[in-house]
């Protein structure tokens, strides 16, 4: 398929379990218009997501129909992030734990409500594919993305092209066993990077530690012992608090035990780490880096850069995008 000439734009759609972001970008790239975010609320239903995505790409085409006199014409498409596992060809999304939906045809949905040709990515791969179009991996030949939140997604670019393995299942880094007797995972399985170093999980090991008499800020921060979150474990770690830092210390270790596996395997030229948790910062970083130089292999962890995301929470929506291009038109 070749490109309407008239078509200047890409709608970008990133779904996640807590909020839904729109954006449009130029076809050739460039800071997000019109960019907005809304609540998910899963639990109101499929149906009521759907037509609230529907309605945020309607409202964003309009803003930039109206700012620049154009019709909607303009518009080659739309590109849309959502939690898999799904299946591309068939824009179907198979289960999604977190919202709740089953063989759902996503793609179909939105391109028939919006009357515009859509594609169907998973959003970490579609995050991941955002940083190496235009952000901290811009055009490296390999690049791993990792996103730390209520779950930790993956994404893999080799020579240029994201990976999606035979099925569109590569990458799921973060179901990575790291200890085959360890902490049970959301996915059945047990010892998962994601039980350890997930949001959900950082703040289990710090109420955890509490529990058995540890002394912290932590529990005055958050009001009682079960309001622990990560994001109280990231500002205790902030005030100073030795048994924050020590539990951020703890995440840093297991994932850097976990990608210590993905550079001896995939050999990176970057590692991109995006998500709430790396507002700490060095607190991560530092400890990060010690525990994957102890057991990547030299030559690898030397090639490797591990970086902060370059665009933040716009990477989905940028990274969808760059994945409509190259499906409907061959390159990004
Ligand atoms: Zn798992």
Avoid at 43 to 55: E, I, L, M, S
Avoid at 88 to 104: D, M
Avoid at 184 to 189: H, I, L, P
Wanted: charged content about 20%; proline content about 4%.
């Amino acid at each position: 398929m070749s490109r309407r000439p008239e078509a200047d734009y890409v709608v970008g759609v990133d779904i996640g379990g807590t909020n839904l972001n729109v954006g449009i970008l130029p076809f050739a790239g460039g800071e997000p218009l019109a960019f907005r975010t809304q609540a998910t609320e899963a639990q109101r239903g499929a149906k009521f997501v759907v037509d609230r995505v529907v309605r945020m790409i309607q409202e964003a085409m309009k803003e930039v129909m109206e700012a620049n006199g154009r019709g909607p014409e303009a518009f080659a498409g739309i590109g849309i992030g959502s939690p898999g596992p799904l299946e591309r060809k068939t824009g179907t999304v198979i289960s999604t734990p977190n919202l709740g939906w089953r063989n759902f045809p996503l793609r179909d949905l939105i391109q028939n409500a919006v009357g515009l040709p859509a594609t169907l990515d998973n959003d970490a791969n579609a995050a991941t594919y955002g940083e190496w179009w235009m952000g901290a991996g811009r055009g490296v030949n390999s690049l791993v993305g990792v996103t730390l939140g209520t779950g930790i997604g993956g994404g893999i670019v080799l020579n240029g092209e994201l990976y999606h393995g035979a099925a569109d299942a590569a990458a799921e880094i973060g179901h990575m066993t790291i200890d085959s007797t360890g902490r049970k995972c959301k996915c059945g399985n047990y010892g998962c990077v994601e039980a350890y170093a997930s949001g959900p999980a950082i703040a289990a090991r710090a109420i955890e530690g509490l529990e058995s008499g540890a002394s912290s800020v932590l529990l005055e921060l958050a009001g009682d012992l079960q309001a622990v979150t990560a994001e109280t474990v990231f500002e205790a770690v902030v005030l100073g608090d030795p048994y924050a830092t020590e539990v951020m210390h703890d995440t840093a270790k297991f994932l850097g035990v976990g990608l210590a596996n993905v550079i001896n395997i995939l050999n990176p030229e970057v590692l991109v780490i995006s998500g709430g948790v790396t507002r700490a910062g060095d607190h991560l970083f530092d400890p990060l880096r010690t525990e994957v130089r102890r057991r990547a292999f030299r030559v690898a962890e030397q090639a490797c850069r591990i970086l902060p995301s370059g665009l933040g929470g716009k990477a989905g929506v940028i990274g969808a995008v760059a994945c409509f291009k190259r499906e409907k038109y061959g390159k990004v």
